[in-house]
């Protein structure tokens, strides 16, 4: 007996991928906080986690995708890829600014990442919190 149907959740569902975002939250925010002491071995090993986790990533698809039209559905994943693709980027341009230890350069990457964080969450997450 079906009670209680939405188009949306009161509370997110648990994911594999929400699993590996939640490591991403965690490694991103120990990043910032190495990055406030200048601490680049913290730097480097969370930078090393994130390009496992962003690679994790790329193996699951959002739980949106099952609220999109199935026409729009293989642009949608393909636009996620691309997503996942630019945190890659930048997180190459990250290791390249540890190897001169660019403390500016590399607080201005990160704050990319946020940014980039922010909008991709607005366009691939399922809106239930
Ligand atoms: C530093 C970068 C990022 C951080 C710290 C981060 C963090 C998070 C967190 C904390 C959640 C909630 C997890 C939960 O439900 O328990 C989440 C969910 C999600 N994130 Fe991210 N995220 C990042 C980048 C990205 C990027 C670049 C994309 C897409 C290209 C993305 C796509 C998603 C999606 C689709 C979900 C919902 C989970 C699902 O559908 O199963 N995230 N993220």
């Known amino acids: 007996m079906v009670l209680f149907m939405s188009s949306s959740y009161a509370v997110c569902p648990d994911s594999d991928l929400g699993e590996v975002m939640d490591e991403m939250k965690t490694t991103f ?5 190495a990055l406030e002491d ?7 090993s969370m ?4 390009q496992k986790l962003t690679a994790a990533s790329a ?6 995708l099952e609220k999109i039209p199935a026409e729009e559905q ?24 540890e190897t001169t230890k660019d ?10 990442i946020a940014k980039h964080n922010k909008s ?5 997450k399922m809106k239930c919190d």
Not at 47 to 50: L, T
Not at 59 to 64: F, N
């Open 29 to 33: 925010k120990e990043m910032r906080g």
């Open 38 to 44: 200048e601490d680049w071995e913290t730097i480097v």
């Open 47 to 50: 930078r090393m986690e994130m």
């Open 59 to 64: 193996e699951h698809k959002p739980l949106k």
């Open 74 to 97: 293989s642009q949608f994943l393909a636009d996620y890829q691309e997503g996942l693709t630019l945190l890659e980027t930048k997180l190459d341009e990250l290791e390249a600014a």
């Open 103 to 112: 403390i500016e350069l590399a607080k201005s990457i990160v704050e990319d």
């Open 120 to 124: 991709s969450h607005e366009k691939f």
